[in-house]
Each structure stands twice: as structure tokens, then as C-alpha cells.
């Protein structure tokens, strides 16, 4: 079917969308890996809307439950936890099949939307929720978050390190961090100055290792035991409570351990090497 104008050229023919349809270059086109990327962006957008309608609208409008804010925040929490689990599987994926030309960037569009936005507005809800907390100070902490998420995601994309590390702390693993402090209801002061310090972690080039092998199931079997607790927190189990501070507690501590590990390798292999020259040299 063709298309004449009023002059009697033929502007368009559905011939020809059918021919531009077919001739959309691979590399535009969706894989697997990037399906799993946007499932890590739509939990991010779903852990900001159930922060919204089960925490902040509530406390506003004086309908607060806090059985409806708990089971609300461990939800927004855990929808930040199943967006890390798409985050480490759409690497793995895109290593053993194939990546579209977009899967850098869809990658860090939506780690910044669930590890950089989401905690951020997590920390800002707090503030507006927290008894002992002051709104326009966490507002700026929550500042501080996103944009330290930004500046790292486009450090990575910009910074080529040698194979096997970060430099910083890995977004998910801030995020999940920054919102592990806040669960444990610290005083205001110690929770502002310890989100503070997770968000310069993550723009340091304090040295984390990619979880990859053992360390990868290590990650994912943390990320489902946090679900545990979360769930057991949320519906009031007993001992929920102190399962909660306590996974919030070796959250934090997983945060200043690990980077021991990719300290410690980095020493062996300069040894390792010192100790080749010197073989060689003597040889």
C-alpha cells in the first residue's frame, strides 16, 4: 500500500517501515542480560514506591501503623536486595552469552536508579519520619548518597583497573549499606556521620574485589539470608529484631572487612613479584 501526497509523489510505503524494522542493527536489540537489567531498574522505582505509600504518606497524613511502615520498609529494602541479585546475575549472563550495545549503559541507568536513588530517597524519608532526626540535614546526606552513586557510575565507565577489582565500594553494596545504618536506629549524629562515610567509600579508591566465583555465591547467599531477616523483622518473628541489628551490623562490618582481601592480594602478587626479579637477577 503507497501513500500519495497532494502533489502525487509517494511519500512513504509500509514496504518501506517493513524494511527499516528488519534492517534495526543487532546491537539495539534486547538480550537476556539486559532483561535482567531492567528487572534490577523496576525494583529500584517499586523499593521507592512502597517507601512512599507504606512510610512517608502515612507518617504525613498522622494514619501511621507501624506494622504498615515496617512491612513497607523491609519491602522497599528487599526490592533493593532482588535488584543487586539481577545486578550480579546480568554481568554473569553477559559474560557467557552476549551484552546488546546498550548494556553498559542500561547497567548503570538502573544501578542508579536502585542503588543511588533509592537509598538516597531512603535516607530522606528517615529523615522525615525519624523522631530524633532533622529533615533538611538528612536531606543533604541523602545529597550526598546519589551523588556519590553518580560520580562512581561514571568513574567506572570512564577508569579502565586491572581485572578482579572496584576502585570504591561497589554501588549495590553501598546501597545496601547506607540502608543497613539506618535500620539500626542509631542516634542521629552516629547514622549521619556513618552514611557520610559510606557514600565517600564509594568514590574512594579504596580497592573491592569483583564478586566473581566463590566470592559470588558468598554474596548471594548473604543477599538471601538478609531477605530472611528481613522477612522475619518484618511479621514480627521472634528474635526479629535482633536478627535485623544483627545483619545490619555484619553489613557494615562486611564493609570495611572486604577490602582487606583485595589489600591482602595486592601485597602477595608485589611479593610474588619482588621475588621473581630478584630469581631472576640472581640467575
Given at each position: 500500500m503507497t501513500v500519495i501526497d497532494p502533489d502525487g509523489s509517494p511519500s512513504w510505503t509500509l514496504e518501506d517501515e517493513a524494511d527499516d524494522e528488519d534492517e534495526m542493527p543487532l546491537s539495539t536489540r534486547l538480550s537476556i542480560a539486559d532483561t535482567l537489567t531492567l528487572g534490577n531498574a523496576t525494583c529500584g522505582f517499586m523499593a521507592v514506591y512502597f517507601t512512599t505509600t507504606?512510610?512517608?504518606?502515612?507518617?504525613?497524613?498522622?494514619a501511621e501503623d507501624s506494622g504498615m511502615a515496617r512491612h513497607s520498609a523491609a519491602t522497599a529494602v528487599m526490592l533493593m536486595l532482588l535488584a543487586s541479585i539481577f545486578d550480579l546475575f546480568d554481568?554473569?549472563?553477559?559474560?557467557?552469552?552476549?551484552?546488546?550495545?546498550?548494556g553498559a549503559e542500561l547497567d548503570n541507568l538502573s544501578d542508579l536508579?536502585?542503588?543511588?536513588?533509592?537509598?538516597?530517597y531512603f535516607v530522606l524519608v528517615w529523615g522525615m519520619v525519624a523522631s530524633d532526626a532533622h529533615q533538611h540535614v538528612s536531606a543533604l546526606a541523602a545529597i550526598v548518597v546519589l551523588l556519590a552513586v553518580v560520580l562512581r557510575l561514571a568513574r567506572?565507565?570512564?577508569?579502565?583497573?586491572?581485572?578482579g577489582i572496584f576502585q570504591g565500594m561497589p554501588s549495590p553494596f553501598g546501597?545496601?549499606?547506607?540502608?543497613?545504618?539506618?535500620?539500626l536506629e542509631l542516634p542521629f549524629i552516629p547514622t549521619l556521620l556513618a552514611i557520610v562515610g559510606v557514600a565517600w567509600l564509594m568514590v574512594s579508591r579504596v580497592e573491592y574485589p569483583k564478586p566473581r566465583g566463590v566470592l559470588a555465591v558468598g554474596m548471594l547467599s548473604w543477599i538471601v539470608l538478609a531477605m530472611g531477616m528481613l522477612a522475619a523483622w518484618a511479621f514480627n518473628a521472634p528474635g526479629g529484631e535482633l536478627l535485623l541489628q544483627t545483619g545490619c551490623a555484619l553489613q557494615l562490618v562486611l564493609g570495611a572487612v572486604i577490602p582487606l582481601f583485595a589489600t591482602a592480594r595486592r601485597v602477595n602478587t608485589f611479593r610474588d613479584n619482588r621475588r621473581e626479579a630478584r630469581a631472576a637477577a640472581q640467575g
Open positions: 507504606g512510610v512517608l504518606i502515612p507518617h504525613l497524613t498522622g554481568g554473569i549472563v553477559a559474560r557467557k552469552l552476549r551484552s546488546s550495545a546498550m536508579i536502585s542503588f543511588g536513588l533509592a537509598p538516597a567506572f565507565s570512564c577508569v579502565t583497573l586491572r581485572d546501597a545496601l549499606t547506607v540502608v543497613s545504618i539506618v535500620l
